[in-house]
T-cell receptor, first 116, second 113 residues
Framework: AQKVTQAQTEISVVEKEDVTLDCVYE???????LFWYKQPPSGELVFLIR??????QNEISGRYSWNFQKSTSSFNFTITASQVVDSAVYFC?????????????FGIGTKLQVIP | GAGVSQTPSNKVTEKGKYVELRCDPI?????LYWYRQSLGQGPEFLIY????????DSGLPNDRFFAVRPEGSVSTLKIQRTERGDSAVYLC???????????FGPGTRLTVL
C-alpha cells in the first residue's frame, strides 16, 4: 500500500521568509511518481510538479524548489521569499506506476499562511 | 481552452435522497478520475475511467455509490440513499493519457442534512 505523510498540518511565516514543506512517502514499488499540488482558498487543486522515481535531480521553478531523496523517502518543497499569494493548502501525493494509470494517494495537506 | 467543469458547484440534500454529480472533462481527455475530499483531509481516490469503462472502482466506499461515463466524455457520479457522512467535496480530474498530468475541476460541495 502507498502512503504519504505530511507531518506539518499548519505553518505560518512572515512574508519574504523561506519555508519548507515536508513530505515522506511509503511504497513497495520501485517505479512511482511524486506530486505537489496547491489548493488555494478558492478550492481548485493546482498541479505544481511531478517527479518519477528514477529522477532524483532537484528542481527549481522560480521561487519554488523541490528536494527528492529516495534514501529517506522524502520529497520536500521549499518556497523562497514567500508571498501572501502563496497562502494555501499544499498536498504531496504519490502514484505507483505498476497500475498503468495514476491512482494518486494524497497526504493530509499542509496549510501555509503567509503573513504580510 | 476550457478546463474541467463540475456541476452543481454546491448541492444540499436530505438524508436518504438520491444525488447526481456531473463532470465535464477537458475535450479529448480519455482518462477521468473522481476523488472525494472530506474537511481537513486530502482527496481520496474513488474511481478511474479509461474511455467509457470503469477500470478501477476500488475507492467507491459502498454500493450506494456508482459512476458512469457512457460516451467516454461526461461522467456522472451517483449516490443513492445519501447519508450525512457522504458530505464532502467531490472532485473530478481528467488527463490526456494515463501518466499525464491530472487537471482538476473546482469540485461539487455536497452537504447531506
Amino acid at each position: 500500500a502507498q502512503k504519504v505523510t505530511q507531518a506539518q498540518t499548519e505553518i505560518s511565516v512572515v512574508e519574504k521568509e523561506d519555508v519548507t514543506l515536508d513530505c515522506v512517502y511509503e511504497t513497495r514499488d520501485t517505479t512511482y511518481y511524486l506530486f505537489w499540488y496547491k489548493q488555494p482558498p478558492s478550492g481548485e487543486l493546482v498541479f505544481l510538479i511531478r517527479r518519477n522515481s528514477f529522477d532524483e535531480q532537484n528542481e527549481i521553478s522560480g521561487r519554488y524548489s523541490w528536494n527528492f531523496q529516495k534514501s529517506t523517502s522524502s520529497f520536500n518543497f521549499t518556497i523562497t521569499a514567500s508571498q501572501v499569494v502563496d497562502s494555501a493548502v499544499y498536498f504531496c501525493a504519490l502514484s505507483e506506476a505498476r497500475r498503468g494509470y495514476q491512482k494518486v494517494t494524497f497526504g493530509i495537506g499542509t496549510k501555509l499562511q503567509v503573513i504580510p | 481552452g476550457a478546463g474541467v467543469s463540475q456541476t452543481p458547484s454546491n448541492k444540499v440534500t436530505e438524508k436518504g435522497k438520491y444525488v447526481e454529480l456531473r463532470c465535464d472533462p477537458i475535450s479529448g481527455h480519455t482518462a477521468l478520475y473522481w476523488y472525494r475530499q472530506s474537511l481537513g483531509q486530502g482527496p481520496e481516490f474513488l474511481i478511474y475511467f479509461q474511455g467509457t469503462g470503469a477500470a478501477d472502482d476500488s475507492g467507491l466506499p459502498n454500493d450506494r455509490f456508482f459512476a458512469v461515463r457512457p460516451e467516454g466524455s461526461v461522467s456522472t457520479l451517483k449516490i443513492q440513499r445519501t447519508e450525512r457522512g457522504d458530505s464532502a467535496v467531490y472532485l473530478c480530474a481528467s488527463s490526456s493519457g494515463d501518466y499525464n498530468e491530472q487537471f482538476f475541476g473546482p469540485g461539487t460541495r455536497l452537504t447531506v442534512l
